[in-house]
């Protein structure tokens, strides 16, 4: 049974209620006004606040601050692994110095001692037992961070272990040698004699200033963008991901401004701490910045697929006649695109071109897979599960209308008149769609 709602949830509740209405459901003389758009626009606010207040984002980004202790070192250890043989890793001690500028007096201090663990990351000296170990380790960061964002995107098959091996290794080893690279391009082109000459003139020079404090966090947004779009086990499209890689970027800026002004304010108290307050302060710093990380990440969710922004993570239940027609759709989008050859169907594929949330048809999926007329093939795309001149219509309908969740009921008593009537409305049914198969619905558009 659900938790009771406190007194003060009660008198709230009513106001949200009617919030969401509004959002979600304008009066028909609001279309087309300002105060419609600023509707739609609110929307995205108004679900990134819900989906906090109720916990799931803040129980990912503490549970990803224990893996990040365990595999920080490692991590870092390993994306400069290509650097450091070629003697540059100290080119992006400035990057991570930004990142942990937030900290205070202490950033420097914590920046000097992950670098001089860097530094003694030697591969003669780990051994093949410490190697692996180390590999293990990143592994299982990448795998806890690529669970966040696919339960952000509500994936539920994520990568295999070998295209986890492969993707992510090539992106840590090569990423921070792009980024190296971007940064010399940038200063190289910053110095250019062209750039000092526009910099004598205002207010060029002034914009050029301007730019370069802007540019780590322009760098930040760039990564964001670059995680939303390669770590979730889908297809993410540009704009959705630019979207959530901005609002992340200016969010972990603005927190960053915050946290290092109530750094600087609490002196005495971090005094009480002792050695312990650089721990604490980081533990606290990295859990916003995971926080901020998955709230661009739903932002992008919630921009690619607009129609989960009104029910979130709650449970969507379509009725009965819905599900059905759901189910039909499905065979006939699967079926009809497999025998062409035109393209191969994923549930975020359907969800989107039916404009459905993916959770709303998963189980539909399921039970299809369950009566063997769908099967999920290696690249995580649906097939037919057999010739669609043997896949009845009856049987789709069978599969979907006899998916039944919970504990099953005992005999329960029957009213004879209503189970006739019921027998009779069943045999009509079956009647109606006897001996046609999905090759029949494929050849009626």
């Given at each position: 049974a659900p938790a009771p709602m406190s007194g003060s949830m009660r008198m709230i509740q009513p106001i949200l209620t009617r919030l969401e209405h509004w959002l979600f459901e304008p009066p028909e003389s609001l279309i087309g006004k300002p105060l419609w758009t600023l509707a739609r626009i609110l929307r995205y606010p108004y679900a990134l606040v819900r989906d906090v207040m109720r916990g799931d984002l803040t129980l990912r980004a503490m549970s990803l601050i224990y893996t990040t202790l365990?595999?920080?070192?490692?991590?870092?250890?390993?994306?400069?692994?290509?650097?450091?043989?070629?003697?540059?890793?100290?080119d992006l001690e400035p990057v991570l110095y930004s990142f942990l500028e937030p900290l205070g007096d202490r950033a420097y201090e914590l920046t000097a001692q992950v670098m001089g663990f860097v530094d003694n990351v030697r591969g003669g000296l780990l051994g093949s037992i410490g190697l692996v170990f180390l590999l293990y380790t990143v592994i299982s960061m990448v795998q806890k961070v690529e669970e966040s964002f696919n339960f952000v995107w509500r994936v539920e098959q994520p990568r295999s272990l070998g295209r986890r091996f492969s993707e992510y290794l090539s992106v840590m080893v090569v990423g921070p040698a792009l980024i190296v690279a971007a940064l010399g391009l940038i200063a190289a082109f910053g110095s250019s004699t062209f750039m000092q000459t526009v910099a004598e003139y205002e207010p060029f020079g002034t914009g050029l200033v301007i730019l370069g404090h802007l540019m780590p966090y322009l760098l930040v947004t760039g990564v964001f963008t670059f995680m939303y779009g390669f770590i979730p086990n889908c297809q993410v499209q540009f704009r959705a991901a630019l979207i959530g890689g901005l609002f992340a970027g200016a969010l972990w800026a603005a927190s960053g401004l915050i946290f290092a002004s109530f750094i600087a304010g609490s002196t005495q108290t971090m005094v009480i701490y002792a050695?312990?307050?650089?721990?604490?302060?980081?533990?606290?710093?990295?859990?916003?910045?995971?926080?901020?990380?998955?709230?661009?990440?739903?932002?992008a969710f919630y921009v690619q697929n607009p129609q989960y922004l009104r029910p979130g993570r709650g449970e969507i239940h379509l009725n009965s006649s819905l599900r059905e027609r759901v189910a039909l759709s499905i065979m006939y989008l699967i079926v009809c695109d497999y025998r062409d050859a035109q393209r191969r169907w994923t549930i975020n594929g359907l969800a989107e071109h039916l404009e459905l949330p993916g959770a709303a048809l998963g189980p539909i999926v399921t039970a299809l897979e369950q009566k063997n007329l769908l099967i999920l093939a290696d690249d995580d795309t649906w097939v037919p599960g057999r010739d669609p001149d043997q896949i009845h219509l009856s049987d789709v309908l069978d599969a979907v209308r006899h998916d039944t969740a919970g504990p099953r009921l005992g005999k329960i008593r029957d009213i004879g008149p209503a189970v006739t009537a019921a027998r009779s409305a069943e045999a009509a049914l079956k009647e109606s769609l006897k001996g046609k198969t999905v090759k029949d619905l494929m050849e009626e558009k």
């Open positions: 365990l595999s920080i070192v490692p991590l870092i250890a390993l994306s400069f692994s290509v650097l450091k043989g070629l003697g540059y890793h100290r050695g312990f307050a650089i721990v604490i302060v980081a533990l606290f710093w990295l859990y916003i910045s995971w926080l901020v990380l998955l709230l661009g990440a739903q932002l």
